[in-house]
């Protein structure tokens, strides 16, 4: 089994990249989270392969193996399987899944993932305590849910998509001070982040 893929970043789409290895081109689905790059630097990611129905091979690739462990456990939560668990990653940063899980955010969640009442709680039901057994631990290391949601509805009034938003979010945090900052200067930044304000 692949475990990662060092290679040359040749293409970069919104889902997926393609990077080439030895000659050999592969096509990896990547979360919008993923570290930005460019055509020809090269990168590394950690692989999970799956085969298809019709035999061809799924490669989903991730910047850190934290992440991939995450997807590991997701995809092993009866009747997730692996192309749920990517599409949950691909909504939610993992460093915050594992917060909402720990704390039981089940609204939060639905919102988020744009899953079912019942198979959030399922989720949070099996995954809090293989989180808790692998040494997660709440970190207090997000902004006030106040401030976030309504940084989230402002930008999303804006035309700003979720994946867009999540982003912008995660990386202002450690530059805001320990979420001192108000909403104002929230979304100041994100919109200077986003290409939308200066």
Same mark, same amino acid.
């Given at each position: ?21 030895? /000659? ?13 790059? /460019?055509?020809? +630097? ?11 129905? /019709? ?13 991939? $462990? ?7 939560? @009866?009747?997730?399987?692996? @192309? ?11 460093? +915050?899944?594992? +917060?909402? %899980?720990? $704390? ?9 993932? /744009?899953?079912? $009442? ?5 989720? %949070? ?21 106040? %401030?976030?949601? +309504? ?9 700003? @998509? ?11 945090? $450690? ?14 930044e994100a919109l200077v982040r986003l290409g939308g304000g200066v």
């Amino acid at each position: 089994m692949l475990d990662y893929l060092k290679g040359e970043v040749i293409e970069i789409g919104e889902e997926e990249w393609v990077l080439e290895c030895n /000659n050999f081109g592969f096509r990896l689905k990547l979360t919008p989270f993923v570290s930005p790059g /460019n055509v020809g +630097e090269e990168r590394c990611f950690f692989l999970r392969t799956f085969m298809k129905e /019709n035999g061809e091979f799924t490669l989903y690739g991730f910047d850190d193996e934290e992440e991939r $462990s995450v997807f590991d456990q997701l995809q092993e939560v @009866r009747g997730i399987g692996h @192309r749920t668990a990517f599409k949950i990653l691909s909504r939610v940063r993992w460093e +915050e899944l594992i +917060e909402l %899980v720990l $704390s039981e955010e089940i609204s939060i969640l639905e919102a988020k993932t /744009n899953l079912s $009442s019942k198979t959030v709680k399922k989720l %949070v039901l099996e995954l809090r305590p293989r989180f808790v057994r692998a040494g997660w631990q709440m970190t207090g290391e997000h902004p006030p849910r106040g %401030v976030v949601e +309504e940084v989230r509805e402002v930008l999303s009034h804006l035309g700003y @998509r979720p994946a867009e938003i999540e982003g912008v979010i995660g990386s202002l945090w $450690s530059e805001l001070g320990g979420g001192e900052a108000d909403v104002e200067t929230w979304i100041r930044e994100a919109l200077v982040r986003l290409g939308g304000g200066v």
